[in-house]
């Protein structure tokens, strides 16, 4: 978005361990990237299978979550991808896992208290500042237990130290991501185009409007269409009804409390969870859980009729062959074509430009890919005026944006006229690739 260049949103936890990574390995950065992003993806596993455990759910259950899992088109995709979520979501797990194991112990000690508080407190404060809006339904579902924990135990007259470590530790992870926020948000104001992306700036288009979560667009658009599929809606719907009604507590505070947690992020983040097809990676694994959690009850039934596994087995194997087939026919071949104009493009121009240069992109909403691939920084001008400026007169004088870097090279969806290209870019070289057009500038070192 142009200079200053940092404008930040997430903590960049996950970018700094790929940098690292990369670093260390010599792996170039976008498989350093998707490593860390599979890693963190498959280590979901560990938190996800504890919390079925401490539900009571048993050995079955943990299997068919990890099968959904392992065969869910969401993962199977967005787990690959350079993207942070795998990350956010494994914190987030891990922290209603500490919760959990103060929630259940019997009778904590005051230093396995403070032990296990300042863990809950430090992971959810890592999975809050790395994706806010994945860690945030969590921190509610937890912030309304404790109230009802805290009501119990005052009520029965017993200590209530437990509960002051626990609303110590939410109080703190939620202070760490206010003072990020702040922070992201200052930074931001440096520059007219940041303030117009500060956390405020953005609650409508993140919050979406109230009619967004009655409407065709969030109900089978995502949930029906990216969570459930048609074919699976039926059978999932008949064994997380079937499990619910035939568990016990503390099983079935945990089917609903992830049921809550697997819809809760649709209603609260609507307009991210329409816009986003990756967003639902961060909820998605609560849904299996439920289903698995709801799977298992059945299948360990001590008078389970065979009809009964019969059905259960039918209705877990038409869920993954809908994933399988959702993955195969629309996941997976956008992986082999998503983008390879644009990587293109930025291999095009990594390799004819100065690495100090910057690029001007018109016309791709705010997109970073050209910037990534090129290795360049950049100022994406979107389809629409940025403060008044349009394409033709940042292409007039793009240096506003650029505050001094020379430019490299320009990308357009719309053919460049070169007599409209300021001095600094003498045309060396233009190319057509698919859909866009780059002109690479005569710029030195």
């Known amino acids: ?66 099968l959904l899992y392992c065969t869910s088109s969401i993962y199977l995709y967005w787990n690959r991808a350079f993207l942070m979520e795998s990350t956010a979501l494994f914190f987030t797990l891990v922290s209603l896992d500490c919760y959990g194991q103060i929630r259940l112990e019997p009778t904590p000690g005051t230093l396995k208290l403070s032990l296990r508080s300042s863990g809950l407190a430090l992971t959810l404060a890592i999975a809050l500042v790395v994706k806010a809006t994945t860690a945030l339904p969590a921190l509610a579902l937890m912030g309304v237990d404790w109230i009802w924990q805290t009501h119990q135990t005052a009520k029965r007259h017993r200590p209530l130290q437990r509960q002051l470590f626990v609303a110590s530790a939410l109080a703190v992870a939620f202070a760490l991501l206010y003072s990020w926020t702040h ?60 499990g619910v009604w035939i568990s016990k507590p503390p099983s079935r505070t945990f089917l609903l409390g992830s049921l809550a947690l697997a819809f809760a992020p649709l209603l609260l983040f609507t307009n991210l969870h329409i816009a986003h097809t990756y967003y639902q990676a961060s909820n998605q694994i609560f849904l299996l859980m439920v289903v698995a959690g709801a799977a298992g009850l059945l299948l360990d039934q001590p008078q389970r009729q065979p009809w009964t596994q019969g059905l259960v087995l039918a209705s877990l194997t038409i869920i993954i ?71 033709a007169d940042v292409l007039r004088d793009p240096q506003t944006a650029l505050d001094g870097s020379p430019l490299g090279a320009v990308v357009s969806k719309q053919p460049i006229d070169t007599t409209q290209l300021p001095p600094a870019c003498q045309p060396r070289q233009q190319r057509k690739i698919k859909r866009w057009h780059v002109v690479i500038c005569d710029a030195t070192d």
């Open 1 to 66: 978005m142009g200079a200053p260049w940092s404008i930040p949103f997430e903590f960049p936890l996950f970018q700094w361990l790929s940098h690292q990574l990369a670093n260390f390995t010599g792996l170039n950065l976008s498989s350093s990237g998707r490593l860390v992003s599979v890693l963190f993806g498959a280590g979901c596993f560990w938190p996800a299978s504890r919390l079925m455990r401490r539900a009571g759910l048993g050995g079955t259950s943990i299997v068919v979550m990890i």
């Open 183 to 242: 922070h992201a948000d200052a930074l931001k104001q440096l520059k007219p185009i940041g303030a117009q992306l500060t956390s405020s700036a953005l609650k409508a288009w993140n919050f979406g409007q109230p009619s967004q979560r009655l409407q065709a667009e969030l109900w089978d658009g995502v949930v029906l269409q990216r969570m459930l599929f048609p074919i699976a809606a039926l059978p999932i719907t008949g064994v997380v009804a079937a």
């Open 321 to 391: 062959i809908a994933n399988l087939h959702h993955f195969a026919r629309e996941d997976w071949p956008r992986s082999q074509r998503f983008s390879s104009d644009k990587l293109a493009i930025g291999q095009l121009i990594d390799k004819n430009t100065p690495t100090n240069s910057a690029i001007l992109v018109i016309g791709d909403d705010w997109s970073s890919a050209f910037a990534y691939h090129s290795q360049r920084r950049a100022f994406t001008q979107p389809n629409w005026p940025v403060l008044g400026r349009s394409a």
